[in-house]
């Protein structure tokens, strides 16, 4: 019996051993170096000290009202999809400049944007894309593929993409469209 205690003991004490060595020791040595400050975009993205740009196409509403317009522009380039994306989305996003006209509402603003494995891509917006969004089909069909097209269009690796407000999916965004599900690039609103 008392053979047993010490062989048990001797384990307790070989077992904690081996603890602080794989949990305390070794991560101190070899773990993860903390990591230093790094500079980001005003979308949270990390700038790019080179000032990389790359072209991209952007989505404008066309003169005629009904439909989008393609206009190629000059955006910071973000390492990987993700960061790119975010880009895109805040070079959408910006004021266009005469002539041109977003489909985007004023003041809305990105509060998160993510990727999923499968390609689909959710933005989640401030609630100004639903209550400072004019309505009527055709400004909402705007609206949505300005958004849609400007990441599907840029970035073949967005599959489809999905609006959300505040964190919670939309049914629709002024009650034509639905939301619920990602939609795909459709450019048959583009002239």
Avoid: C
């Amino acid at each position: 019996m008392k053979q047993r205690a010490v062989v048990i003991a001797g384990i307790v004490v070989v077992a904690a051993a081996l603890a602080w060595v794989l949990f305390v020791a070794l991560p101190r040595r070899y773990g993860p170096k903390p990591a230093a400050p790094v500079a980001t975009t005003a979308t949270g993205a990390p700038a790019v000290a080179t000032g990389r740009k790359i072209k991209a196409r952007l989505f404008y509403v066309a003169e005629d009202g009904t439909h989008l317009t393609r206009v190629e522009r000059d955006i910071t380039y973000g390492e990987g999809t993700l960061e790119q994306a975010r880009e895109i989305i805040a070079a959408q996003m910006a004021p266009p400049g005469d002539p041109l006209v977003s489909a985007i509402p004023a003041r809305t603003t990105v509060r998160a944007l993510f990727i999923t494995e499968g390609g689909e891509a959710y933005v989640d917006f401030s609630p100004e894309l639903v209550t400072g969004h004019s309505g009527g089909t055709t400004d909402e069909m705007l609206t949505v593929y300005t958004i849609v097209n400007a990441l599907t269009e840029n970035l073949p690796a967005i599959t489809g993409v999905q609006l959300l407000v505040e964190g919670k999916e939309l049914d629709t965004l002024a009650g034509h469209i639905d939301l619920r599900t990602p939609l795909a690039k459709n450019l048959t609103w583009v002239q």
